[in-house]
C-alpha cells in the first residue's frame, strides 16, 4: 500500500535516498556485457509520475541533474562493469556546476563508458542538444548518444536520426514483441536494420521477453539486446 504521507517533492528533496535499477544490455555476438541502463525507483512513486509532476512545474532539468549524478555515483559504487546508460530528455540539461561535481565525483572512470540516451518521439530542442553536447565536450567524457524507442513512424524516425546523428539506435519494443510471428514486425525490422548498418549505428533490440523472440532476433545484425528474458533490472547494495 502507497505511503501517502509523502509528496513527490518531498520524496525528491533527498535525491540521495532515491534508489536506481540497473539492467544489463549484452553483446549478440560474444554474449558479453556491454554495460547497464539507470533506472529510477522513487518508491513509492512510479518514475513516471515522478517525471510527470517534474514536467509541470517546468523542473525537467532538476530531474536530469539528480539521474546523472545518483545513478553514475550508485554505477560506480557498485563496480558494475561495461557502460553506463543514462535516459535523457530532449529538452532538459545539466548546469555547469552540476557537471564539474559529477566530475569530480567521477574522476574519469566514465571515460568510454558514457551512454546518453534522448527519447525518440519528444520534440527536439536545439539549445538542450547542443548544450549537452558542449559539456560533454569540453569535459572529454567521449559519450556515446543513443536513441531510445526507435520505430515510431518513418518520417519521425528518419528526421531523428538527422537531428541526433546517434552512434546507438534502441529498437523499440513493440516490434520486438512477438516478431517470430508478426510478419509486419519483421518487415519493420529488415527495413531499420538496412537504415541503420549503411549509417553505421549500432543496433539495440530492447524489450526481448522470450526465447522465442531472442532466437528469432539472431537473423537480423542486431549488435546488442536488452530485456526481462536476458535479465531483470536490479537494484545493488553496497
Known amino acids: 500500500m502507497r505511503e501517502e504521507n509523502i509528496s513527490i517533492l518531498e520524496l525528491m528533496s533527498q535525491p540521495e535516498k532515491i534508489k536506481f535499477a ?18 529510477m525507483r522513487p518508491v ?6 515522478v ?13 536530469e541533474e539528480f539521474t546523472t549524478y545518483y545513478a553514475a555515483k550508485q554505477f560506480l559504487e557498485n563496480n558494475l562493469i561495461g557502460k553506463l546508460f ?12 552540476m557537471l564539474a561535481k559529477v566530475h569530480l565525483m567521477v574522476q574519469k572512470r566514465l571515460k568510454n563508458r558514457l551512454v546518453v540516451e534522448v527519447l525518440e518521439y519528444t520534440e527536439f530542442n536545439n539549445h538542450a542538444h547542443h548544450k549537452k553536447t558542449d559539456q560533454f565536450k ?9 536513441v531510445d524507442d526507435y520505430g515510431s513512424g518513418k518520417n519521425i524516425d ?26 509486419a514486425n519483421q518487415k519493420a525490422m ?19 521477453e522470450t526465447q522465442e523472440e531472442y532466437d528469432y532476433l539472431h537473423n537480423f545484425p542486431i549488435d546488442l539486446m536488452q530485456g526481462y528474458f536476458l535479465g531483470k533490472p536490479q537494484i545493488f547494495t553496497t
Open 22 to 39: 540497473f539492467q544489463p544490455i549484452f553483446e549478440v555476438e560474444s554474449g558479453n556485457i556491454y554495460g547497464y541502463e539507470a533506472l
Open 44 to 49: 513509492p512513486y512510479t518514475p513516471m509520475e
Open 51 to 63: 517525471i510527470a509532476e517534474f514536467a509541470r512545474l517546468d523542473r525537467l532539468n532538476d530531474i
Open 86 to 97: 543514462l535516459n535523457s530528455f530532449p529538452a532538459a540539461f545539466i548546469s555547469d556546476e
Open 138 to 146: 569540453k569535459s572529454q567524457t567521449n559519450q556515446l548518444l543513443a
Open 158 to 183: 528518419e528526421e531523428c536520426i538527422e537531428f541526433y546523428k546517434p552512434d546507438i539506435v534502441k529498437i523499440d519494443q513493440k516490434i520486438i514483441r512477438d516478431i517470430h510471428k508478426n510478419t
Open 190 to 208: 529488415i527495413d531499420i536494420c538496412d537504415y541503420m548498418k549503411k549509417k553505421g549505428i549500432i543496433i539495440l533490440a530492447e524489450g526481448v
